[in-house]
């Protein structure tokens, strides 16, 4: 994991950030802290923190990578304690993907957040037992929604050096590898599986590190600050 990429802190707005620490610490067993202006939940070697919001906020998009043998397990556990989420029209709510060789189930939190769990096989992880919540590991995916000038994109291929990651498109570009990925996409872009959700451009701040080498992302709905 040298070059890998990993999301490390994750800020992100809530009308009601004690209501969200409740369900990632009750339901999901995460550990949960207060902050000055939020709460901050900690998985694995990332921190997913939620500021109190002052303007109206619409869905974000992340994911945690979870052991690669269990999303049989994953499905079950996640059925008993939230909202799975499925492509209208299906009764499947797990989701397999040859070009990205993984499966992942999408469940809602109470922002209705579009929160997915995905085991990735090209993470090993010979383990077989009963899921919980040890098995959820690092924030692997941040939606990163843009405008369709594509400035971000470049500046991220150009001057961070991401990688274009699997199938991608001029509206669906992801960045990163397996261990963590920023899901770049045109604002008003339907987050799967749903499909109700548009992404739009809000208050958020990605700390990452690529390559052993730190990056800050900060938008503030309005133009984006990219540090490195």
């Not at 008993?80 to 499966?103: N, Q």
């Not at 579009?114 to 924030?139: K, M, Q, Y």
């Not at 996409?185 to 799967?192: I, L, M, P």
């Amino acid at each position: 994991m040298m070059g890998s990429m990993r999301l490390l802190r994750i800020v992100m707005k809530s009308p009601d950030p004690d209501r969200l620490g409740l369900f990632y610490a009750s339901a999901f067993g995460l550990q949960v802290s207060a902050t000055g202006e939020g709460i901050e939940a900690q998985s694995k070697g990332s921190r997913l923190v939620f500021e109190r919001a002052a303007a109206p906020v619409v869905p974000y998009h992340f994911a945690f990578n979870i052991s690669e043998r269990k999303i049989e397990g994953a499905a079950d556990w996640i059925r008993s304690r939230a909202v799975t989420l499925r492509e209208p029209g299906s009764e499947i709510d797990i989701f397999h993907s040859d070009s990205w060789d993984a499966d992942s189930i999408y469940f809602s939190d109470p922002d209705g957040n579009i929160v997915e769990l995905i085991a990735r096989h090209s993470i090993p992880n010979p383990e077989t037992s009963t899921f919980d919540v040890c098995d959820i590991g690092d924030v692997s995916e941040i939606g990163v929604p843009e405008d369709r000038a594509g400035d971000l994109r470049r500046r991220l291929i150009s001057e961070a050096g991401l990688p274009a990651y699997g199938e991608s498109s001029r509206e669906f570009l992801p960045l990163g590898d397996e261990h963590g990925l920023l899901i770049v996409v045109n604002e008003d872009r339907a987050w799967f599986p749903e499909r109700r959700s548009p992404a739009r451009r809000q208050a958020l701040r990605v700390e990452a590190e690529h390559a052993g080498r730190a990056m800050f992302i900060a938008d503030d709905g309005h133009e984006y600050e990219l540090r490195f």
